[in-house]
Nanobody, 124 residues
Framework: VQLQASGGGLVQVGDSLRLSCVASGGTFSSAAMGWFRQAPGKDREFVAAINWNGGSTKYGDSVKGRFTISRDNAKNTVYLQMNSLKPEDTAVYYC??????????????????WGQGTLVTVSS
């Protein structure tokens, strides 16, 4: 399974950005998907997760109400819509997948495959 994340960039405080992660080589429609982020000098942080059909989602406390995770199984793609961005959202964002799992998973250690990361920088 390979994951390709994209959509990162440099934005201003309050702006919006949408990240995409395209999966290949596996059965995307039966996989749990998640987004995590890591800022310089900090541990990896859970951002959002979604179950196999999009019917269940979970968010980290710091992004609740601002970020939305979604998926399009026909396109093998998971998205992270990020609104009202803050400087503290600056990080490398990673998508992850756990194949053949119908649950929503907020724990990094339970994911089997990771994308290469895309950098989001929020400037004040």
């Amino acid at each position: 399974v390979q994951l390709q994340a994209s959509g990162g960039g440099l934005v201003q405080v309050g702006d919006s950005l949408r990240l995409s992660c395209v999966a290949s080589g596996g059965t995307f429609s039966s996989a749990a998907m998640g987004w995590f982020r890591q800022a310089p000098g900090k541990d990896r942080e859970f951002v959002a997760a979604i179950n196999w059909n999009g019917g269940s989602t979970k968010y980290g406390d710091s992004v609740k109400g601002r970020f939305t995770i979604s998926r399009d199984n026909a396109k093998n793609t998971v998205y992270l819509q990020m609104n009202s961005l803050k400087p503290e959202d600056t990080a490398v964002y990673y998508c992850a997948t756990r194949p053949h799992n119908v649950l929503v998973i907020p724990t990094a250690g339970l994911y089997n495959y990771w994308g290469q990361g895309t950098l989001v920088t929020v400037s004040s």
